[in-house]
Structures are given as C-alpha cells and as structure tokens.
C-alpha cells in the first residue's frame, strides 16, 4: 500500500517562479489536506478538502491554491513564489473530519 | 494565534527513564486530542489519541493523561528508548471539523 504521495521531493524555485505540488492517496479516503511545516511553529494547515469538488481555506491560504482533481488527488499551486515560502510541505488524507491522518513523506521547497 | 500550546520545545531522558511532554487548550470545543510521531525526513504519523470522556488512555508504553477542568493534556512514555529519539506533535479538533489544529512540536532524544 502506498498511502499517500507526494511529489516532488525537493525542490528549489527562484523568486517569482510557479509550481504545483501534487498529492494522491490510494485509500479511498474523503478528506485531504495540506500543511506546511517551519522550525518552532508545528503543522499549520493550508488548504484542505472535505470531498472531491470541495476546498476551503486553512489557517494560512495566501499565496496559495488548490485543485481537487478527483476524490485521489489534491495538488497545492503557488503562482508567484516567495522566499516566506520556503518550508517542507506535507499532504494527508483521512476517512473522515479531523481524525486518523495519514500523512506523505513530504516536499521539501526552497525558495532563493 | 496558538490555540494549542506544547512543552517542552526539546527534551533529553536518559534510556528506561520517563519521558513526559505537555500540551494545553483554550477551545472548549475540542473534542478529539491525538499525537503525532515524526522521524527525521518523514510525514507524522498517528501515535494515540484520546477523547475528553476519558482520563487516560494507554497502549503499550505510550499513555495519555487527560485534564478536562484544566484543558490540559500530556503525553508519557514509559521506558524510553532510543528508537522513540523523534518529534512529537500534540493536537486538537471539534467533532466533525476539518481543521486539525498541531501544537509546535517536542523534539525528544532518549540518550543511552
């Protein structure tokens, strides 16, 4: 079982530069989310969506974007990338609202 | 704004000690408290969570202490060991709500 994928690994954009993210889960789950993690401030959350076709905001929403392509995938967009957005992002899934989390491995994005 | 508070930031316990890490809340609306565990270059994953209907909640060497009146709770492990040396997320969510809320992050090294 795979879990959750995340895709890239690393990556280093220059200033103003865009790129997605991309998330897929492989069991069946309704909810996925995206965090960002930085040194001494936790997991906070970004996006997340409840069900395919659905995405709110999370606590930290600006400079971002999201698409649920369908009920696997969730990819994070930054249009016009910053160095504030330089931090390891992680994706997960859960069953239902809030509990079980499954985490992926991570993406780990400088931003020069 | 933090809504949820965790302590220590770091912590060093010697091998067979106790190692005890706390978190607290202001949303009377949390109903659901899990821990996470994440090793180095890895997503968190789900360790044990707890409800507020229940004090305390063990498996194996891991228990959580629950204190309803004092919106507080913790995370013990007993006989550390070196293979638990990872950081330690606690966090919180209202029933049915999306937006899992993490604390910072205890990183515990359990020196031999």
């Known amino acids: 079982n795979a879990g959750v994928t995340q895709n890239p690994k690393f990556q280093v954009l220059k200033t103003g530069q865009s790129m997605t993210l991309q998330c897929a889960q492989d069991m069946n789950h309704n909810s996925m989310y995206w965090y960002r993690q930085d040194p001494g401030m936790g997991l906070r959350l970004i996006y997340y969506?409840?069900?395919?076709?659905?995405?709110d905001k999370g606590e930290v929403p600006n400079g971002y974007n999201v698409s649920r392509l369908n009920k696997r995938e969730f990819s994070l967009r930054l249009e016009s990338a910053a160095p504030s957005q330089t931090s390891v992002y992680f994706c997960?899934?859960?069953?239902?609202?809030?509990?079980?989390?499954?985490f992926g491995s991570g993406t780990r994005l400088t931003v020069v | 704004q933090q809504q949820v508070k965790q302590s220590p930031q770091s912590l060093i316990v010697q091998k067979g000690g106790i190692s005890i890490i706390n978190c607290a809340y202001e949303?009377?609306?949390?109903?659901?408290f899990p821990w996470y565990q994440q090793f180095p270059g890895k997503g968190p994953a789900l360790l044990i969570a707890?409800?507020?209907?229940?004090s305390e909640k063990k498996e194996g060497r891991f228990t959580i202490s629950f204190n309803k009146s004092a919106k507080q709770f913790s995370l013990h492990i007993m006989d550390s060991q070196p293979g638990d040396s990872a950081t330690y997320f606690c966090?919180?969510?209202?029933?049915?709500?999306?937006?899992?809320?993490f604390g910072t992050g205890t990183r515990l090294t359990i020196i031999p």
């Open positions: 969506s409840a069900s395919e076709g659905t995405t």
């Open positions: 949303n009377t609306a949390f109903d659901y």
């Open positions: 997960a899934s859960s069953k239902r609202a809030g509990y079980g989390y499954t």
């Open positions: 707890i409800r507020p209907d229940v």
């Open positions: 966090a919180a969510v209202p029933f049915g709500n999306e937006k899992l809320t």
